[in-house]
């Protein structure tokens, strides 16, 4: 049992008590390996994870390869399908959010923002972001967003305060340094009545049960932390936010979590931004249990939403 914020206090509800969950932590998409050695801890409080001892920036950027799935097109026909069901589910809701349907949108890891134009379809949006990797934030500017280059934890977010009417964050938050920072952050550029909205893996679904340390959702070293749905509720509310929503979501992580196994147990197929062969197999034949986990709550993939409170 580790004590104490000294020792290792949980970076998402602030509890001093945690054990190790994960000793020997492996990345099976990408094989990198850090210098340092690390582990991921849960907490006895509210059941969220994150990687011990907190990595510099220096080593946060390295473990970012060059041919991460983020910044490259890799979808298959079966993923295409799946992203643009995601897209206009996303839209439809986004779309919810605006009085009059349009509205400012800041987004929290733009990537190379081609969710603007699936967004663009459904709500007359202002677009604007943040993307921590240079060339990237630069072809975004380039197409004409405003997208700083960075992180919100290091942003001077002055120019956006109290501008923006959603605040979005897709598969960010567990990547993030400093959790609070962040939220704290996004409150003070939300308009009174905004929300920031966004989706992430949870560790209180069956997929982490089934798979243990090889679900997808520890996806190290780059998950920083791994949220339970109680510190995910946690950390809104202490960072100001209302009118929490935490719901399951369809996604296909699952299919990286039993790559991830096969790895494991000794396949060694040949990798392409992190993604095996078979993936588009592992992805089709993964639907029927993804589907179930969602209608029963239970997916290793939920989706949040919260609002900053009205004036």
């Not at 220096?58 to 069901?85: K, Q, S």
């Not at 929290?108 to 921590?132: C, M, N």
């Not at 791994?226 to 929490?244: D, I, M, P, Q, Y």
């Not at 039993?258 to 990798?271: D, I, S, T, Y």
Request: with cysteine; proline share 5%.
């Amino acid at each position: 049992m580790q004590t104490g914020e000294s020792r290792g206090g949980c970076v998402v509800c602030g509890s001093g008590e945690a054990h190790t969950s994960v000793s020997d932590p492996i990345d099976y998409e990408y094989a990198v390996v850090p210098e340092n050695r690390f582990e991921y801890r849960r907490c006895e409080s509210c059941d969220s994870e994150w990687l011990f001892p907190r990595p510099s920036d220096a080593e946060i950027a390295a473990f970012y390869p060059e041919g991460y799935h983020a910044y490259n097109d890799d979808h298959g026909i079966v993923a295409r399908l799946l992203v643009g069901m995601r897209s206009a589910v996303r839209g439809r809701k986004y779309r919810s959010l605006l009085p009059n349907g349009r509205g400012s949108l800041f987004d929290v890891g733009a990537g190379d923002t081609r969710h603007f134009r699936e967004l663009a379809q459904y709500a007359d949006f202002e677009f604007s972001g943040v993307e921590i990797q240079p060339d990237v934030a630069a072809r975004a500017r380039e197409q004409g967003y405003d997208i700083a280059t960075g992180t919100l934890e290091t942003m001077d977010v002055t120019p956006h305060e109290g501008r923006h009417d959603i605040v979005s964050m897709n598969h960010v938050i567990e990547h993030v340094a400093d959790t609070i920072e962040v939220m704290s952050k996004i409150q003070r550029m939300l308009r009174p009545g905004g929300w920031v909205i966004g989706q992430l893996p949870t560790n209180t679904g069956w997929e982490s049960r089934v798979f243990g340390s090889t679900w997808a959702g520890y996806h190290y070293p780059r998950h920083l932390q791994v949220f339970s749905r109680k510190g995910l509720a946690s950390l809104l509310e202490r960072t100001g936010f209302t009118n929490t929503k935490i719901q399951s979501y369809p996604h296909c992580q699952i299919a990286i979590s039993v790559q991830n196994a096969l790895l494991e147990w000794g396949w060694k197929p040949r990798m392409e931004f992190g993604r095996s062969p078979i993936y588009g197999v592992l992805l089709a034949a993964s639907l029927p249990f993804e589907v179930l986990a969602a209608v029963c709550n239970r997916s290793g993939v939920i989706n949040f939403s919260a609002r900053k409170p009205a004036a």
